[in-house]
Nanobody, 117 residues
Framework: QVQLVESGGGLVQAGGSLRLSCAASGSTFVANNMGWYRQAPGKQRELVAT???????NYAGSVKGRFTISRDSGKNTVYLQMSSLNSEDTAVYYCRYFEYSNGRMYWGQGTQVTVSS
C-alpha cells in the first residue's frame, strides 16, 4: 500500500500563487509517476501535471507557463507551484501515484484550491 498526504491548498486571490505538496509513503517503487489532477464542481477529473521518477514532465495546456511540477525523489514528494491563478483553477486537487512495473495507482484525499476574483 502507498499513502499520499497532500497539503498546501487554500483560498487565494486571482493572480496569486499557491504551492501544493504531496508526500508518498509505504511500499513505494523507484520507477513511478506522480502528479496532480483536479476536479471542479460538475466537471470530470482532469490532468494538471505529472512528473516521472526520471524527471519527465507533462502539463495540461491550460496550465503551461503558469504551473510548475517538481519532485524530490529522495523524499518521494511532488510539488506543484501554481502562479497567475484564475477562477478556472478553482477545484479540488488530487495527488496521484502510479507504478510502471505493475500498474498500481493511488490517489490522495484531495485538497481544495479556491481562487477568488
Amino acid at each position: 500500500q502507498v499513502q499520499l498526504v497532500e497539503s498546501g491548498g487554500g483560498l487565494v486571490q486571482a493572480g496569486g500563487s499557491l504551492r501544493l505538496s504531496c508526500a508518498a509513503s509505504g511500499s513505494t517503487f523507484v520507477a513511478n509517476n506522480m502528479g496532480w489532477y483536479r476536479q471542479a464542481p460538475g466537471k470530470q477529473r482532469e490532468l494538471v501535471a505529472t512528473v516521472s521518477s526520471s524527471g519527465v514532465t507533462n502539463y495540461a495546456g491550460s496550465v503551461k507557463g503558469r504551473f510548475t511540477i517538481s519532485r524530490d525523489s529522495g523524499k518521494n514528494t511532488v510539488y506543484l507551484q501554481m502562479s497567475s491563478l484564475n477562477s478556472e483553477d478553482t477545484a479540488v486537487y488530487y495527488c496521484r501515484y502510479f507504478e510502471y512495473s505493475n500498474g498500481r495507482m493511488y490517489w490522495g484525499q484531495g485538497t481544495q484550491v479556491t481562487v477568488s476574483s
